[in-house]
């Protein structure tokens, strides 16, 4: 069996992955897979200057032409080569970084992650296993990482911003263990038939499985994981105790978040509304109202002066704002241009827009407080702008994270993405489905970073898909706030209130 680094990696999480992947691709879902993003191109790219000039394998589908490459390069006394490949009986790998001094070599694994997770010891482990039984004499293994605290300056510091970590003896104690992993591995896709592997943890770590809908196929479609917010180790554990359907789980003790979405969804009860507690946040907002919500997006390697990597960086606002009660609606927006630094514009466009003293309110605020608490830090002239603006928000999820408000529609969750639809399910102009080209704030993040990439014209339709998703987001705000003041309204006109419908 043909193994690669990543294949290898794949079966230290399950063989079956691999064999999967073999017969039956397509079964394969997408995932968000972190895999992926822990070898960000951008962050290789970058690691392979740490060391000075190097030598650039070219990528080439026929690998023995990487393989001849290689060999020509190592004919050299003292080199560094990225890409460098080998192959040992089927084991094929491409080094990140390999330096060569005379007869010694240093191997070095670059990840754009924060830390070093357990599964790139064993992607180390194997590239070193590789070149060890190919006769080369490593006496270094490293892996190459991002330091999370490293803070930009005026100039890019790759030594201060990559964290080399060595585990030479790690690798060195794992030599058996990889070479019984490709033993295991060989013997397993030898198999005609699926294997009967069981589900488990390591479905879900180090990475979601793409395989997961077909390993749970035998299973009811009211199902434990489909259960909101029980950690993964609690569901395996039950599951495996044989309580996985929704009847069996109601028998079972759980805590009474899991038994109310079952509940619900087993038995199609109706909405549950607790009016004295939705009452009780209205009457904390007061007018005039303003409805905020922030995309950002994150930069691996800082580009901007005083960023840290990965850091949210805020790109672009959406402010939907009432004056006074059966005021009207009102819209302002700030996007950046793509390719400077829009903290600084941002920050002084949002104190224009959102005067002091004002309720602000968010959905899910930590979110938004986090970002304009960091703007405050950065930018003193306006830091008492923005913290006011900071100390006066509300958080308009809170009805729904307490259950105060609950529909089977939400299936546990209080997210905005189920509450919306929940609450206006056929209501096109709050489907995010009906937008163009951005449905989410992670394509809102990557159309962002890749805006500068575009020509004008491209430019202009992007950043109008843009600002249209930004606006439904704090749109959905305005209908939801609306719907819950108009219940607590419904509830009072019974007392002889009028009913106050919102203007737009
Ligand atoms: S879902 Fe689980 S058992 Fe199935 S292939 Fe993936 S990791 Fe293996």
Redesign the pocket.
């Known amino acids: 069996m043909y193994l690669s680094k990543s294949l290898y990696c794949e079966c230290v999480?399950?063989n079956?992955?691999l064999w999967?992947n073999k017969h039956y691709p397509e079964e394969k879902q997408e995932v968000a897979n972190s895999s992926v993003l822990d070898n960000g191109t951008e962050v290789g790219i970058l690691a392979k200057n740490l060391f000075g000039p190097s030598i650039d394998i070219d990528f080439n589908q026929d690998l023995n032409k990487m393989i001849e490459d290689t060999k020509k390069e190592l004919t050299k006394e003292k080199v560094i080569i990225t890409e460098a490949s080998f192959n040992y009986n089927n084991n094929f790998c491409s080094v990140d970084i390999l330096k060569k001094d005379n007869n010694s070599y240093e191997l070095y694994e670059v990840k754009s992650s924060t830390e070093v997770k357990d599964i790139y010891l064993h992607d180390a482990s194997y590239q070193y296993y590789v070149l060890t039984k190919l006769g080369l004499n490593v006496t270094k293994v490293s892996i190459v990482y991002i330091n999370s605290e490293y803070v930009r300056e005026e100039e890019l510091e790759l030594d201060k911003l990559f964290i080399i970590k060595d585990i030479t003896d790690i690798a060195i104690s794992k030599l058996k263990e990889v070479e019984n992993k490709i033993k295991e591995i060989n013997k397993y896709m030898e198999q005609k038939i699926i294997p009967k592997?069981?589900?488990g943890m390591?479905?879900v770590k180090p990475y979601d499985?793409p395989?997961?809908k077909y390993?749970t196929k035998h299973l009811p479609e009211q199902n434990i994981f489909n259960i909101r917010g029980m950690p993964n180790r609690s569901k395996f554990k039950l599951y495996h105790e044989g309580i996985y359907d929704y009847n069996n789980l109601l028998k079972t003790k759980i805590n009474n978040k899991y038994k109310e979405q079952i509940e619900y969804e087993l038995y199609d009860k109706e909405p549950k509304i607790n009016i004295d507690k939705i009452k009780e946040f209205i009457s904390t907002l007061s007018y005039p109202l303003y409805f905020l919500d922030f995309e950002t997006y994150q930069q691996s390697i800082p580009e901007y002066i005083g960023i840290k990597p990965y850091e949210q960086i805020p790109f672009q606002y959406s402010l939907h704002y009432i004056e006074k009660e059966n005021g009207k609606l009102l819209h302002k927006e700030f996007l950046s241009a793509p390719n400077i630094d829009p903290r600084r514009s941002l920050a002084e466009s949002l104190v224009n827009d959102i005067p002091e003293n004002v309720c602000t309110i968010a959905y899910n605020m930590m979110f938004e407080k986090m970002v304009i608490k960091n703007l405050a830090k950065i930018y003193p002239d306006l830091s008492n702008h923005l913290m006011n603006i900071y100390n006066n928000m509300k958080d308009l999820m809170i009805p729904f994270k307490d259950r105060e408000y609950y529909t089977k529609e939400m299936y546990g969750s209080y997210s905005i993405k189920y509450v919306l639809p929940a609450l206006f399910p056929n209501d096109p102009s709050l489907d995010y489905h009906n937008l163009e080209g951005v449905h989410n704030g992670s394509e809102a993040m990557n159309t962002f970073s890749n805006l500068g990439n575009l020509s004008i014209e491209e430019q202009q339709i992007v950043r109008n898909n843009l600002l249209r998703y930004c606006e439904l987001d704090t749109y959905a705000m305005v209908k939801i706030w609306d719907k819950l003041e108009n219940i607590v309204k419904e509830r009072s006109e019974t007392n002889g209130n009028r009913y106050r419908k919102l203007k737009k």
Do not use: G, P, Y
Request: aromatic share 14%.
């Open positions: 999480q399950c079956k992955m999967l592997d069981d589900i390591h479905c499985c395989f997961f390993c």
